[in-house]
T-cell receptor, first 110, second 115 residues
Framework: QKEVEQDPGPLSVPEGAIVSLNCTYSNSAFQYFMWYRQYSRKGPELLMYTYSSGNKEDGRFTAQVDKSSKYISLFIRDSQPSDSATYLCAMTPGNTPLVFGKGTRLSVIA | DTGVSQDPRHKITKRGQNVTFRCDPISEHNRLYWYRQTLGQGPEFLTY????????KSRLLSDRFSAERPKGSFSTLEIQRTEQGDSAMYLCASSPWTSGSYEQYFGPGTRLTVT
């Protein structure tokens, strides 16, 4: 079992839909959780950064962490074609390098 | 505020040649990381520095790979005697790494193709 599991998709939704992206993990030491967006052949771009359990909202994006279930989510409201990209979850206990999921490829259809 | 930059953006080389990549982190970021990403996978950790000290190397990093961060500023990653399996995107990231600030910011990557 990999430390971080993420469904690679692809996920295809109509413009305006609410998108839910998820990761599960096995290492209970993970405390810091990140979501990155990566366009084709580009570097990952940090979208959300959260600590421990709870919710964080930034514009159309909401990140949720449930440490008891070892489950994190990213919600995208009012999705746009420009949101079409690969979304990577990443996590760390704090003092060590990030561990990434495989990424979920999202397509938002106009 | 400039982000992380990497050079070159693309490199095509023949098997057996040596290549060197450069990364310039966000200024004042203490930590600098190198990752490798292959198609359909998330980035995998290679090595990282705190200032000029190399603190950890992954088992992925064979003896053909070496990294430096002289004076704690830019970093270089060298691959000697390249193999076709080295073809990948090489990503650099930097982090402020203060208490509670462990987020990492990535550069655009260097895409290596070994023929």
């Amino acid at each position: 079992q990999k430390e971080v599991e993420q469904d690679p998709g692809p996920l295809s939704v109509p413009e305006g839909a609410i998108v839910s992206l998820n990761c599960t993990y096995s290492n209970s030491a993970f405390q810091y959780f990140m979501w990155y967006r990566q366009y084709s052949r580009k570097g990952p771009e940090l979208l959300m950064y959260t600590y421990s359990s709870g919710n964080k909202e930034d514009g159309r994006f909401t990140a949720q962490v449930d440490k008891s279930s070892k489950y994190i989510s990213l919600f995208i409201r009012d999705s746009q074609p420009s949101d079409s990209a690969t979304y990577l979850c990443a996590m760390t206990p704090g003092n060590t390098p990030l561990v990434f999921g495989k990424g979920t490829r999202l397509s938002v259809i106009a | 505020d400039t982000g992380v930059s990497q050079d070159p953006r693309h490199k095509i080389t023949k098997r057996g040649q040596n290549v060197t990549f450069r990364c310039d982190p966000i200024s004042e970021h203490n930590r600098l990381y190198w990752y490798r990403q292959t198609l359909g996978q998330g980035p995998e950790f290679l090595t990282y520095f705190q200032n000029e000290a190399q603190l950890e190397k992954s088992r992925l990093l064979s003896d053909r790979f070496s990294a430096e961060r002289p004076k704690g500023s830019f970093s270089t990653l060298e691959i000697q005697r390249t193999e076709q399996g080295d073809s990948a995107m090489y990503l650099c990231a930097s982090s402020p790494w203060t208490s509670g600030s462990y987020e990492q910011y990535f550069g655009p990557g260097t895409r290596l193709t070994v023929t």
